[in-house]
């Protein structure tokens, strides 16, 4: 069964750095989507992304955040300068239609 | 904008013991409902979903869940719960086509042998 694939696994980082997140959605899927978990909190959506641009984000999507898709494979979030409340699970998510299928989560660790 | 009430924050069941988790949604117009588990460590998985048809849908792992407009409820159902079931499930609404997910705050499964 095809799978949202993410990269790294965990990430520890420190304050003020940048880090990018990779993800790899399912491939004939054409809607993109990052959420995040902040530990003993719910999933909270970040950024949605269509047809090469962002078609939604929520307010904790700021200047600080930025989305990418380089190419026709992946689908990067850059945080361009980390906060210790950016530590949290990010999702990565990619949908066809009306079902949106999770990656397994990138841990963000900021120090 | 929607939201998603899920008001058992934690439950703890023995073995065999029937599970029933509550959610129920805000929001005025048609929606898709989903319920995720997110097993320890783990990513959230699709447990089962609703979109249209007949609102009593069956899920994997023998879950299965009942939509009712009228209480603007999506119940979670399982006749005999098994300890691996032990877990975080989720509740999640969206509006239409591709839109984004809204959760509920989640309730956390411990079943105990």
């Known amino acids: 069964e095809p799978e949202v694939t993410q990269t790294p696994s965990h990430q520890v980082t420190q304050m003020g750095q940048e880090v990018i997140l990779r993800c790899v959605p399912i491939?004939?899927?054409?809607?993109f989507y990052w959420y995040r978990q902040i530990l003993g909190q719910k999933v909270e959506f970040l950024v949605s992304?269509?047809?090469?641009?962002?078609?939604?984000k929520s307010e904790i999507f700021d200047d600080q955040f930025s989305v990418e898709r380089p190419d026709g494979s992946n689908f990067t979030l850059k945080i361009r300068s980390t906060k210790l409340e950016d530590s949290a699970m990010y999702f990565c998510?990619?949908?066809?239609?009306?079902?949106?299928?999770f990656g397994e989560g990138s841990w963000l660790t900021v120090v | 904008a929607q939201s998603v009430s899920q008001h058992n924050h934690h439950v703890i069941l023995s073995e065999a013991a029937s599970l029933e988790l509550g959610c129920n949604y805000s929001?005025?117009?048609?929606?898709?409902l989903f319920w995720y588990v997110q097993y320890p460590g783990q990513h959230l998985q699709l447990l089962l979903k609703?979109?249209?048809?007949?609102?009593l849908v069956k899920g994997i792992k023998g879950f299965e869940a009942e939509f009712i407009k009228s209480k603007f409820s999506f119940n979670l159902r399982k006749p005999s719960v098994q300890w691996s079931d032990t877990a975080e499930y989720f509740c999640?609404?969206?509006?239409?086509?591709?839109?984004?997910?809204?959760f509920g705050t989640g309730t956390r499964l411990q079943v105990t042998l």
């Open positions: 491939s004939n899927h054409l809607y």
């Open positions: 998510a990619s949908s066809r239609t009306n079902t949106i299928y």
């Open positions: 609703y979109f249209s048809g007949d609102p």
């Open positions: 929001y005025g117009g048609t929606v898709n």
């Open positions: 999640a609404v969206t509006p239409g086509t591709a839109s984004k997910l809204t």
């Open positions: 992304f269509y047809n090469n641009e962002i078609s939604e």
